[in-house]
């Protein structure tokens, strides 16, 4: 079935570092991709998507590209701050009900370091 | 206040005891889910609802009853809770329908059960 597979965490990094978090999926067709964060102590909240292949989405300065050919959509960030620190999760819609079901990744906790 | 909101946050109880975990949200969204949150696991889907009167399980229902009798309101509850259950509860809603739309997630409930 769809699934999607993130790098393991913890990720640390000092601030001002360049981010990268690795996402891969599995699905049948060309379904949207959405990256959430989860802040601590609170839900999670979705902070950027793609609708198409070759799409990018961004957002507070959080970028990804939607590969078809590597099947990817790593998250990227070309400086880091310490209020990045948070749980990142890579999604997609599962398969059926229309879209309104969303599979996630394990997640990936990011520690950024004054 | 708009939004979804959970109560309570927190929850400490004993084994074998009934609770209830709260959601409303005021957007008369649709579709509501419940997941938890535990190490090593990320989220997983306890159950969800398509609409007043309308649920189904998820990945992991065992243990877990809810209803749905209104739009707004989508109760989790633990009927006999057990250790195993500790763990980070959040509720989410969405509009039915559309590929692109994104999950609002509730602020979660950390439940202990002694």
């Known amino acids: 079935g769809d699934s999607v597979t993130q790098m393991e965490g913890p990720v640390t990094l000092s601030e001002e570092a360049f981010l990268t978090i690795n996402c891969t999926y599995t699905?049948?067709?060309?379904?949207?991709l959405f990256w959430y964060v989860q802040y601590p102590g609170e839900g999670l909240q979705l902070l950027l998507k793609a609708t198409k292949a070759d799409d990018k989405g961004s957002n507070k300065g959080f970028e990804a590209t939607y590969r078809k050919e590597t099947t990817s959509f790593h998250l990227e960030k070309g400086s880091v701050q310490v209020s990045d620190s948070a749980v990142y999760f890579c999604a997609l819609p599962a398969p059926g009900n229309a879209g309104n079901m969303l599979t996630f990744g394990g997640g990936t906790r990011l520690m950024v370091k004054p | 206040d708009a939004g979804i909101t959970q109560s309570p946050r927190y929850k400490i109880t004993e084994t074998g005891r009934q609770v209830t975990l709260m959601c409303h949200q005021t957007w008369s969204h649709s579709y509501m889910f419940w997941y938890r949150q535990d190490l090593g696991h990320g989220l997983r889907l306890i159950y969800y609802?398509?609409?007043?009167?309308?649920?189904d399980k998820g990945e992991v229902p065992d243990g877990y009853v809810v209803s749905r009798s209104k739009t707004e309101n989508f109760p989790l509850t633990l009927e006999s809770a057990t250790r195993s259950q500790t763990s980070v509860y959040f509720c989410a809603s969405r509009v039915a329908g559309g590929w692109n739309n994104e999950q609002f997630f509730g602020p979660g409930t950390r439940l202990t059960v002694l």
């Open positions: 609802s398509a609409a007043a009167d309308i649920t």
């Open positions: 699905a049948t067709g060309y379904p949207s």
